[in-house]
């Protein structure tokens, strides 16, 4: 029988957290999508399970294969926790904007966000560096990320004030 070295798990590891890297990319997508097309939950987790995750693009450029339990457990989470998520998202908001005056891909962003924060899974200083590193994503020049970073660092101490 094959035993799994070190190196073996670490890349195995390296693996699954690049997966929940590209869900948490891909559930800001889907909202957005929601949002602006008006597709339900079930619709959306279907297409982007179908034809994102590990797709290849018209371009020829391997879209990352993402963790499908992640990616529905956050839509699933971000739908249903919305207002509660949209209320702490608001109280985040340093400059008292109100959530619906935001960029709309920030607003996907912050419930995402907000919903793995909300779960019990994932201790809350990964879920701010990982949604930063999806707003770089999104927004590669901009102030965004340093946005992103006060209001999620806010929004975490709110939900889990423990942790910090």
């Not at 957290?17 to 889907?30: D, E, G, N």
């Not at 959530?99 to 909300?118: K, Q, V």
């Not at 999806?134 to 946005?147: I, K, L, S, T």
Request: hydrophobic letters at 45%.
């Amino acid at each position: 029988a094959h035993r799994m070295t070190a190196q073996d798990r670490n890349a195995a590891r390296e693996a699954a957290r690049r997966r929940r890297s590209a869900a948490r990319l891909y559930v800001v997508q889907a909202l957005f999508q929601m949002e602006v097309s008006g597709q339900t939950t079930t619709a959306v987790e279907k297409e982007f399970e179908d034809h994102r995750f590990g797709a290849t693009t018209p371009e020829g450029d391997e879209m990352a294969e993402g963790d499908v339990d992640l990616f529905r457990a956050l839509v699933d989470g971000a739908v249903n926790e919305q207002a509660r998520i949209d209320q702490m998202t608001h109280r985040a908001l340093v400059a008292k904007w109100p959530i619906d005056r935001i960029d709309p891909t920030l607003r996907a962003l912050f419930r995402a966000a907000g919903a793995e924060l909300l779960s019990e899974t994932t201790p809350p200083k990964v879920v701010i560096v990982e949604f930063v590193e999806v707003a770089h994503a999104f927004f590669p020049e901009g102030r965004e990320p340093r946005f992103v970073n006060a209001v999620l660092d806010h929004m975490a101490r709110e939900a889990k004030p423990e942790a910090f």
